[in-house]
């Protein structure tokens, strides 16, 4: 069931924010705890309780459950209800096709601008990374990636990678908490904001595309594929 933490969560934010009840909105603040790591996968999204804290109707928010499955992010399973989605090794292989994509494309033609806030996602990820905090380098890698792409000023690509990221939350979800996994692109996040600093997006870009087969490679061979 859907935890009163998230339920809580959501009251809140429902009560400071007008959102005129859309669709839209319901669907972002699930995605958001998704890509947060506060819904995990196998998770049901219980509709009475969801409809409740969010304060919506329920076609509305049935519309939003109706836009996440697109999505892939949860599924309806007849007569049971709406689950937060177990990514396969296809959902793997999709969501990187559409990272390779974006972000060396991010990278490369992103208008220039400070580093300062990437730098500071790479000290953090350090700092978990030292105490073995597995938890807190995704949380970070997570943000990383965010960031890259906000450079973009776009709030489709935002949108995208929102959803990207959601996804990525829950593959990494199945794969437990594995420090192998998240501490070696710590390193490789740092070296791409030297790129950038230094002026060189290119070579940035050709290391994120290159991170990116390397990433997807030990996640098809964490859950055999």
């Known amino acids: 069931m859907t935890s009163e933490g998230v339920l809580a969560s959501l009251r809140a934010q429902a009560r400071s924010t007008k959102h005129a009840e859309t669709s839209t909105w319901v669907a972002a ?28 109707s329920r076609n509305t928010l049935r519309e939003a459950f109706a ?12 007569n049971r209800g709406v689950f937060v989605s177990h990514p396969t090794p296809d959902d793997i292989r999709e969501i990187y096709r559409a990272r390779r994509l974006v972000e060396p494309a991010s990278l490369l033609w992103s208008p220039s601008g400070p580093t300062q806030h990437l730098g500071k996602i790479v000290r953090q990820a350090r700092k978990a990374a030292e ?33 990207i990221l959601a996804e990525m ?57």
């Open 131 to 163: 105490v073995g905090d597995v938890p807190a380098m995704a949380n970070a890698n997570q943000e990383f990636h965010r960031a890259l792409v906000a450079r973009a000023g776009s709030e489709r690509l935002d949108s995208l990678m929102e959803q």
């Open 67 to 78: 836009t996440l499955h697109a999505e892939r992010v949860v599924t309806r399973i007849p």
């Open 29 to 56: 603040q699930l995605r958001q705890r998704i890509a947060d790591g506060d819904l995990a996968p196998g998770a049901k999204l219980a509709e009475e309780a969801l409809r409740e804290a969010l304060g919506v």
């Open 169 to 225: 939350r829950l593959v990494f979800a199945t794969m437990g908490s594995d420090p192998r996994f998240h501490a070696p692109y710590v390193e490789d996040n740092a070296r791409i904001v030297e790129l950038l600093e230094a002026g060189n997006p290119a070579e940035a870009a050709e290391l994120m595309a290159d991170y990116l087969d390397r990433a997807e490679r030990q996640l098809l061979a964490a859950v055999g594929a």
